[in-house]
């Protein structure tokens, strides 16, 4: 029997009540997909920062970050991003996100307002004459895995790991805009070769594969446009990562989820194959018993496993 | 075959102009971007060189009308890559927003914008959702907000004048 292995680390750390650093305290911006589609993500996120001191506070006045109307009318989209930033920014607290889109598009707004002060007052004309509101730039974006990457740097999730995972090989899918374009992020991460969910994988005891076309797109920036090119992206890392024998797969972005966990029927219709239900079993999404929660006191329902 | 006739030699300064298109003139068509791709390496009706070499030539029609300027996936691989710093997927959504205000509207864009409109988020939040998520322990959305909706009216309104 296969373990069950979830999207986040919930399933693999336990409590610890000790200290809660000054710096881990995130406004929680959740997006359009993840607070609807992900509920397992979110829990799981939710429940790890918990673990590690990580404290996150909630604003239910979030709307989309802009990333979909960008390709229709960019400045709207650097409209809609700045608001959430100026929402963000009423609270001071950095932003933390779940998904590598919203991440993506609210760290290239956030840049361009800091830097151009032309575009900044335009903006906050727009938006003040709008919405009554105002961005200054003064916020950080960073996404969930970002802060996780700097517990792992204090060794705080190792310590962490109650069950043993070392025969698990684990896929880590990286997806696109955790890591690029470069010039938004910086020097965080080197956009060929990136190391932190590698590194996360690990930390947990699991083991990290590499497998082909490790860093491809899981193809859902083109789901609403073209379904069966989408869907064939999807496939191509399917079995490049099933080709491994991994036992499952770490994502880190809803919308990846949406192409390899929601689509993955989908992909196996259209494919006329039926490797990915040999996969889906491997990687225990479905719902099967759980040896790897087995001595740890969460429940995988609790995690939104199904 | 291309005829001289119809082409628009101004149409790669207009995109140019554009935010996000202002290094198309600085492409010498290596194909490191189409060499790299993932939706190319699944389809042959996207090619990054070709829709630039397209717009270059000023096949201004052909490339605004055609769908296949929406099949980036926005990826940025060929953005890393890019010897020249086309910035391609920048250059693609410059493209893109002026096809959209030629006309050149794909109804699954039209249908996001709709969205985004009445709810101020791509997937709508109903009860039966917020119910979902009170049961996980989750905190409450807000059902909608008119905001973006605020937002696009002001944007709209500014471009017909």
């Known amino acids: ?306 | 075959m291309i005829d001289s006739e119809n082409l628009d030699p101004n149409f790669k300064f207009l995109i140019a102009s554009e935010p996000g298109g202002e290094n198309i003139k600085k492409c010498f068509s290596c194909g490191t971007c189409t060499a790299g791709c993932p939706v190319r390496e699944v389809t042959d009706r996207y090619n990054p060189r070709r829709i630039i070499r397209m717009a270059i030539l000023g096949m201004k029609k052909e490339v605004l009308s055609s769908p296949f300027i929406w099949l980036c996936s926005s990826c940025y691989t060929c953005y890393e890559r890019c010897p020249q710093d086309v910035r391609i997927p920048e250059l693609m959504n410059a493209i893109k927003n002026i096809a959209v205000r030629e006309g050149y509207l794909p109804p699954a864009m039209k249908i996001q914008l709709d969205l985004l409109s009445s709810h101020g988020r791509l997937l709508e939040v109903t009860d039966f959702e917020n119910e979902k998520r009170k049961e996980s322990g989750l905190p409450l959305l807000q059902a909608k907000t008119e905001d973006a909706k605020k937002i696009l009216d002001r944007v709209g309104d500014r471009r017909e004048k």
């Open chain 1, 1 to 306: 029997m296969r373990r069950k292995f979830s999207i986040g680390w919930v399933t693999v750390v336990k409590n610890s009540p000790e200290d809660h650093s000054p710096h881990s305290h995130y406004t929680l911006y959740l997006g359009c997909t993840v607070p609807v589609r992900a509920l397992n993500y979110e829990i799981s996120a939710r429940k790890v920062a918990e673990k590690l001191g990580v404290q996150f506070s909630d604003n239910p006045d979030f709307s989309c970050c802009g990333y979909p109307i960008k390709s229709v009318n960019r400045y709207a989209y650097l409209l809609l991003a700045a608001r959430n930033l100026a929402l963000a920014e009423q609270k001071g607290l950095p932003l933390c996100t779940l998904c590598s889109a919203c991440c993506g598009s609210l760290t290239e707004a956030n840049h361009e307002i800091q830097k151009d002060e032309e575009l900044r007052r335009r903006i906050n004309d727009d938006l003040s004459e709008c919405l009554g509101m105002r961005y200054e730039g003064g916020i950080r974006v960073t996404h969930f895995t970002r802060i996780l990457q700097e517990e792992i740097r204090k060794k705080r999730v190792a310590e962490q790991i109650q069950a043993d995972l070392s025969e698990l090989r684990v896929a880590a899918h990286y997806g696109c805009h955790y890591i690029k374009p470069s010039t938004i992020y910086g020097k965080t991460e080197n956009p060929e070769d990136p190391k932190s969910l590698d590194e996360l994988i690990q930390a947990t005891g699991a083991q990290s594969i590499y497998y082909e076309d490790k860093l491809q797109c899981c193809g859902g920036g083109v789901l609403a446009m073209d379904e069966q090119v989408a869907l064939a992206m999807s496939q191509r890392k399917l079995e490049h990562i099933r080709a491994e024998q991994a036992d499952a797969m770490v994502l880190i972005c809803p919308f990846c989820s949406v192409m390899y966990e929601g689509n993955q029927r989908k992909i196996e219709k259209a494919s006329q194959k039926e490797f990915l239900r040999n996969f889906t079993r491997r990687t225990g999404i479905e719902d099967e018993p759980c040896e790897a929660n087995g001595d740890v006191k969460e429940d995988p329902s609790e995690a939104g496993l199904r």
